[in-house]
Structure formats: structure tokens, C-alpha cells
């Protein structure tokens, strides 16, 4: 018996190790072993360049590279290394390398050898495997399967500065860099990024740290003055500055942090790692503002009957005071949209209240004095576990409408369909996909069509454009032009995660004519609507605050172009420029606090009127207002609307006028009062020399 056992567990044993060795990674260079060949490992230096997280390894010029694991195609695209931490994309979708290289020369690129392929693998536990340094072979669309051991292209130049054939492969997880050596069962010099911070700081260690960031701002920015005065802006960071006492809590030091990020009023500029929250807390209930009222929008289970009453003061402080103390930490939206806000109001202005203004020792307890004349006290409490507190009502449908699938095409009737898209980043086969749904609604004679745009974030800029290809009547673009205020090797360098210190960029950028910054002219780039598949019956598009960047960018053709309705809410991003292109990732150097702010401004219009206000989102021309019902109701009040719109038979009620311009810089920018009174005294001083002479 006890032979068998042994012999069992021997097997066992066997099979383990046998599993064990099956979870290793391929070797991608055909015809080599595992850690053959290779050139340089994590944390090596190529001259005085770290190389941080990747495995290089030489291959012979044109060795098929395999790839290493099962997985999903989620990233094929040319691109050139110009630092080991830098690198630039190219979209011309990959095919031929020496009739594409060809290209390249004529396109005018100096270092054409090293313009490589990088082909990214989504594995099973959501890891992504990385290799570049390629040259195509097999030809693949995003979202095509690929096995193991498959062909994915073949050896080629990967960095000017490694001047003999090579790959590079990296791996990320949950978007953080992962080890590249450990997977393929070999011994590793991948570190882990080091972000440990310190919880309290000098005021000067805090001073310097806030300094970075503000004079990165001044320096990288692009249009810092677009929605707060440079005075306002001077004021306000004096103001945090004189904040700050003898010593800083990391806390403290984030809600500075936080307040000027919204100050700025730009929705992808964000503060990347928060402090961690040791000790996370709740409230009983939670409460919103909807109009001049606060009320109780959830609460929990013992508490339920409170949910919709009026409030007239939260621990003493009356609504608009409330709104006043909270508006400070509202992120995440754009210029002077509205829609936003009115969510964050509503839905988060208890949560903010708790955790940005109350005193850590209240412990989320909230004094609640209502309409009726009753007062009462909800404790707060700590989560013992990683479970959410439950309130009630759930806004979990409406909190996910649109966001259950990538795509979600139906029919719901003979005569009218409905297409969802979840977000932009799209693979190519999801895109090919809708294209079909479009063509059989022209085959099928379909006369209305709803795109749901509702919490759609954005994403890929090109497969939107293709995606409005398919029911575009008319020629359209994404910008007019793209503004920064370098050229590159701005000072922040230093404190980069994703730059280094003198790197030029933005070389084909010109002079702006007014000399502020620099611009790149695209008004010439025209998109035509798909000339095979193109749909030319009604459509309506659903959008809502949380409609952003991409998504707002799709509405606006929609509306401008006059293709259809838009219904629902304002969107969250701008209508006439965003700032969404070349991201800097700022690491302060004493808090480790890293701020993620974009380089680029991406002007769309620069024509400005009622119907396209500066600084707002795309306006819906048939509006629902977000009401505290609709956030519980199973009702989609917004499709309920839209249907009703098609029943009636109400469709685009604007009637374009004569062609009009305007000057954009002037428009963007709010009237100063100050140039009138110095215009009124400089005209009165001249009128008083001219007078004193002829007297």
C-alpha cells in the first residue's frame, strides 16, 4: 500500500512538473532554446541608456519569430524606437516590409532600417506579451486568435542604437510593466518599479514637489489660460502654497494636487496613484444635489425610508455652500460643460464630502437636518472586509447601460435598429463586424438607425473614423490642427517616467502666427465616407456626461455634419478642442506622486455660436435631464425618449444658415474688462494731447 502511495504521489509529482514546464513561454527565434542569444536584460545599460524592463535578444535578419503563447492579436503596427523609453507609432496598417519601407523614404524618415513591427499578444490571464523588432510575414487583424508556435513575423532591426538584428520583448499586466524573463523559466534581473512614497513631507520637500508640477504646466500644458485666467491661475496656486504648514501629509499634499487638476477643467488630465486608503470608512447614506435641493439618493437597508427626502443642512452646511465645498475635487470633465458636474452633484457629492472636507475623526458620521423638521444622526462605519457596503436603491443598470459587450447591434423592429458601442478601442475584426450590420441595414431597406454613446470613454481616434465612415453623406476630418508649446526637450524631462532629459519632439510643428507655440496644419486632411458600405436612413445618437473624448469628437460630426438627432445629455469632452495626444507621466521627486498631462491640444472647430458654445460639450438637440428616478428605474428613459422621437416622426429640426466664421483665439477666450478701461483711457489721452495742441 505504501509503494502505491509513493508511486502515486511520484506520478503526481511528474505530472506537476510536467504542467509546471508546460506554462513556460515559447522561445520566439525559430530554431533556438530558451535565453539563447540574448543581448540585453532587464536593468542593463545600452551605452548610458537603462534599459528598464525588456529582454533583447539577437536573431538572424528574417528568422521566423514565433509567438510564445495562445492569445489575442491587440496590437500589429509599425513603430520607430527613438529612446528606450519612447517610441513613435505609425498607422500605415503593415504588409509588404520593402514595398512599405518605400514608403517610409518617400514620407521622408531618416532611420527607415529601424522602423520595426510590434505585435502585442493578449494571453488568457490578460497579460500582454510584446514583441518588436519584426518585419511582416503573416498578415493579422486585431482580435485574431494566434497559438502558440505560431508565425508572427520575422527578424529585423529593433533600436539605432543596437546596430545588429534583434527583437525586444516586454510584458505588461493590469497596464504596470512585468517581468519578461521569468515566463520563458529563466532566471531574471527584472525590478519591480519602486514608487514607495514617504506619508508626510517638509514644506519644503511639498513646495518643491508642487512646484514641478505647476511649472510643468506653465511649460508643457498646451493652452494652461484656455478656461482660468493666468491671474486666477497665479492666485490659486499662491494660494496652496500658503496651505501648506511646517509638515505636509501625503493626504493633504494630494488634494492640492487634485484641486489644481480641476482648476485646469480638462478631463485626461488626472493624478495617476493616489495615496492608499488604509482605513476605508462609509456613510449610512448617501446624499446629492438635484437643482437647489439636497436629497438622500441611497442609503443603507435599516435606512431606506429616507431615500428621496428633502435635506436642508448636512452637519450645519446648507446646499449651496455644500456645492461651493465640493466643486473644488470634481475631475474629470472638460472646459464649461455642465452635464458633468450636474452628475458628479448628484450621484458623488456625499462621497466627495466624506472624504475631501469632513475631519478624519467624524468617521463618515453625518448630522442631517431635513425639511420636515427632523434631525438625525447616520454613523459611518469601516469596511472590515473588501465588500461594499449595500445601498439601496442599485444604480447598477443604470451605471452600466451600453457597457455589458464591445458591440450590441439588434433589431427592434423592421424598421429601425440599434447599435451600442462601448468604447473605441475596437480590434479591427469588431470593426469589420459592425461594417456588416451596417450593410445588411442597407440590404434590409432600414430607415433608423440609434448609436448608444451613452458612458462611452473614448478610444482609438482612427477606428472611430472608420466607424463613421459608414453613415457619413459627406467628407469630414478629425482637426484642423494640433497645437504645443515646445518642440520638445522641455526641463520636466528630468522628472519623466515616459521622456528623457533633451528629447526633441514635435519636430514637424511650425510657428504658431500669433508665436504662441507651435501648430500642425491638418486642415487639408479630409476622410471620405466608406464608398461600399454607407448608410443614408435617420440616425439618432445617444450620449450622455459620461460620453467622452472620442465619443464627444463622433457626436460633434454627427451634429455639425447635420447626420442625425443627438438625444440624451451634453457630453462630457468638449466639442471644439481636446487635449488628448502625447501624454507626459510626471513622477514628483519626493512624493512619488505621478501626474499624468497631455502635450498636444487637438483643435476639431473653430467656428463658435449658440448651437456650439465655447467650451461646452456636444449640446443634444432633444434633451432628458438627469433626475434622481432615472438612476433606479429599470426604465431607460433616454431609448424610451428615442423611440417615442421615431414614432412621431421628430428628427433633425435645424435648418443650416448661410456659412459663417469667427475668429477661434478670440472667441476662446472670455472677455477681459481690463483692455476696455486701458482702450477707453489710451483714446481719452490722445483726444487730450490732440485738444491741448490745437489750443
Known amino acids: ?223 494652461l489660460y484656455d478656461y482660468v485666467s493666468e491671474a486666477e491661475f497665479e492666485q490659486f496656486t499662491a494660494s496652496i502654497r500658503e496651505s501648506f504648514g511646517e509638515m505636509v501629509n501625503a493626504f493633504e499634499l494630494e488634494k492640492a494636487l487634485r484641486t489644481t487638476i480641476s482648476v485646469l477643467r480638462d478631463g485626461h488630465t488626472a493624478l495617476m496613484n493616489p495615496a492608499p486608503n488604509d482605513n476605508p470608512k462609509f456613510s449610512t447614506i448617501d446624499f446629492g444635489i438635484q437643482g437647489d435641493s439636497m436629497v438622500v439618493t441611497r442609503a443603507g437597508l435599516a435606512d431606506t425610508k429616507y ?153 482609438n481616434e482612427e477606428m472611430m473614423a472608420e466607424i463613421y465612415s459608414f453613415i457619413a453623406q459627406k467628407p469630414f476630418r478629425q482637426e484642423i490642427c494640433r497645437k504645443v508649446n515646445k518642440r520638445g526637450n522641455f526641463d520636466f524631462f528630468r522628472y519623466s517616467s515616459n521622456h528623457i532629459e533633451g528629447q526633441e519632439m514635435f519636430s514637424d510643428y511650425t510657428p504658431a502666427p500669433d508665436d504662441d507655440g507651435f501648430i500642425l496644419d491638418l486642415s487639408d486632411e479630409w476622410m471620405q465616407p466608406d464608398s461600399v458600405v454607407n448608410y443614408k436612413g435617420k440616425v439618432y445618437l445617444l450620449a450622455n456626461e459620461r460620453s467622452f473624448s472620442a465619443a464627444a469628437t463622433f457626436a460633434g460630426w454627427v451634429k455639425s455634419q447635420n447626420r442625425g438627432a443627438i438625444v440624451g445629455r451634453e457630453t462630457g469632452s468638449t466639442y471644439h478642442q481636446m487635449k488628448a495626444v502625447k501624454f507626459e507621466d510626471l513622477i514628483l521627486p519626493n512624493s512619488k506622486y505621478i501626474i499624468h498631462f497631455p502635450l498636444v491640444q487637438t483643435v476639431m472647430d473653430t467656428i463658435v455660436n449658440e448651437r456650439f458654445p465655447y467650451g461646452r460639450g456636444v449640446l443634444p438637440d432633444y434633451e432628458v435631464k438627469l433626475v434622481l428616478d432615472e438612476l433606479s428605474n429599470p426604465n431607460d428613459s433616454v431609448f424610451n425618449y428615442t423611440q417615442q422621437l421615431i414614432r412621431d416622426g421628430r428628427y433633425i429640426y435645424y435648418v443650416e444658415p448661410e456659412p459663417e466664421t469667427s475668429n477661434f483665439e478670440e472667441d476662446a477666450r472670455p472677455f477681459q474688462w481690463w483692455w476696455a478701461v486701458i482702450g477707453v483711457a489710451a483714446i481719452g489721452l490722445v483726444v487730450g494731447v490732440l485738444w491741448k495742441r490745437k489750443s
Not at 89 to 113: A, C, I, N, W
Open 307 to 459: 431615500y428621496g427626502k428633502r435635506i436642508l443642512t448636512v452637519d450645519g452646511i446648507p446646499c449651496d455652500s455644500m456645492k461651493a465645498l465640493v466643486q473644488p475635487y470634481l475631475n474629470f470633465f472638460d472646459g464649461f460643460v455642465e452635464s458633468y458636474p450636474d452628475f458628479e452633484n448628484l450621484c458623488q457629492i456625499g462621497l466627495w464630502y466624506c472624504f475631501f472636507i469632513q475631519p478624519e475623526t467624524s468617521n463618515y458620521d453625518l448630522l442631517v437636518e431635513f425639511a420636515d423638521g427632523e434631525t438625525k444622526i447616520f454613523k459611518g462605519g469601516s469596511y472590515k472586509t473588501k465588500n461594499c457596503f449595500p445601498r439601496r436603491p442599485s444604480w447598477q443598470n443604470w451605471y452600466f447601460t451600453n457597457q455589458q459587450e464591445p458591440i450590441n447591434f439588434h433589431m427592434i423592429s423592421d424598421t429601425t435598429a440599434y447599435l451600442g458601442i462601448r468604447d473605441f478601442d475596437l480590434n479591427q475584426v469588431e470593426v469589420d463586424q459592425i461594417k456588416e450590420y451596417v450593410a445588411q441595414m442597407v440590404s434590409d431597406s432600414v430607415t433608423n438607425l440609434i448609436i448608444d454613446l451613452r458612458n462611452n470613454g473614448g478610444g
Open 1 to 223: 500500500m505504501k509503494t502505491r502511495n509513493i508511486i502515486t504521489a511520484l506520478f503526481l509529482l511528474f505530472i506537476g512538473n510536467v504542467a509546471f514546464a508546460q506554462e513556460n513561454y515559447l522561445w520566439p527565434v525559430e530554431g533556438k532554446k530558451a535565453g539563447e542569444s540574448i543581448l540585453y536584460t532587464p536593468q542593463s545599460y545600452i551605452g548610458k541608456e537603462l534599459n528598464a524592463n525588456n529582454l533583447i535578444v539577437a536573431t538572424p535578419l528574417n528568422t521566423n519569430i514565433l509567438a510564445p503563447v495562445d492569445g489575442t492579436i491587440v496590437w500589429f503596427n509599425y513603430l520607430l524606437q527613438s529612446a528606450m523609453n519612447y517610441s513613435t507609432s505609425y498607422h500605415r496598417t503593415p504588409t509588404d516590409y520593402p514595398q512599405d519601407s518605400l514608403y517610409f523614404v518617400e514620407s521622408g524618415e531618416k532611420d527607415v532600417q529601424f522602423i520595426n513591427l510590434e505585435v502585442g499578444i493578449e494571453t488568457a490571464d490578460k497579460s500582454t506579451v510584446y514583441i518588436s523588432g519584426l518585419r511582416p510575414s503573416t498578415l493579422f487583424k486585431t482580435g485574431q486568435k494566434v497559438q502558440r508556435g505560431e508565425v508572427i513575423g520575422r527578424g529585423g532591426y529593433f533600436y539605432k542604437k543596437i546596430n545588429e538584428p534583434c527583437i525586444c520583448i516586454s510584458i505588461s499586466k493590469n497596464k504596470m510593466v512585468a517581468d519578461p524573463m521569468t515566463p520563458f523559466g529563466l532566471k531574471t534581473t527584472f525590478q519591480e518599479p519602486n514608487l514607495e512614497r514617504k506619508t508626510g513631507f517638509t514644506k519644503e520637500e511639498a513646495t518643491v514637489d508642487y512646484n514641478i508640477f505647476v511649472n510643468a504646466l506653465k511649460e508643457g500644458f498646451p493652452g
